[in-house]
């Protein structure tokens, strides 16, 4: 429950990461007709660069984006976690700007944070008495 999940529509993959039961990465493989996942909680890469600040967390947003093969995850304030779409390296980035979300509502994100191919950006609605908010990697 209350976890993030995004689709790889370039793999046919499906990420889902953190949750409330805890440390929870998983990726599903939907071109397999046998039930198959990989644990990323047992991958050396996603872990050792800031992976399981996903893992342990729930409630953020997480989108794939199709232009650049990545996943983003937004769990309030400036920075913005890329994750690479084929090894799962994590990557922690502040985009650039002045402009600050500020933190993410205490109900989650969940779908407010989508990634909008029309634009190639990422669309943030955080609050309903705040600006949309959009950046590009």
Same mark, same amino acid.
């Given at each position: 429950?209350?976890?993030?999940?995004?689709?790889?529509?370039?793999?046919?993959?499906?990420?889902?990461l953190g949750g409330s039961s805890g440390d929870q990465a998983f990726v599903w493989d939907l071109n397999s007709s046998e039930p198959s996942n990989e644990d990323l909680t $047992? $991958?050396?890469?996603?872990?050792?660069s800031s992976g399981s600040e996903l893992s342990n967390d729930s409630q953020f947003g997480l989108a794939y984006d199709?232009?650049?093969?990545?996943?983003?995850?937004?769990?309030?304030?400036?920075?913005?976690?890329?994750? $690479?779409?084929?090894?799962?390296?994590?990557?922690?980035?502040?985009?650039?700007?002045e402009v600050d979300p500020g933190a993410a509502v205490?109900?989650?994100?969940?779908?407010r944070f989508r990634y909008a191919p029309a634009i190639e950006a990422f669309v943030l609605v955080n609050r309903i008495d705040q600006d949309v908010f959009i950046f590009k990697l």
């Open positions: 429950i209350y976890a993030a999940a995004a689709m790889d529509t370039k793999r046919n993959k499906l990420l889902v $047992n $991958n050396s890469v996603f872990q050792n199709v232009s650049n093969d990545k996943f983003v995850a937004w769990k309030g304030g400036k920075t913005v976690y890329v994750i $690479n779409a084929e090894t799962y390296e994590v990557v922690k980035t502040v985009p650039s700007g205490s109900n989650g994100t969940y779908g």
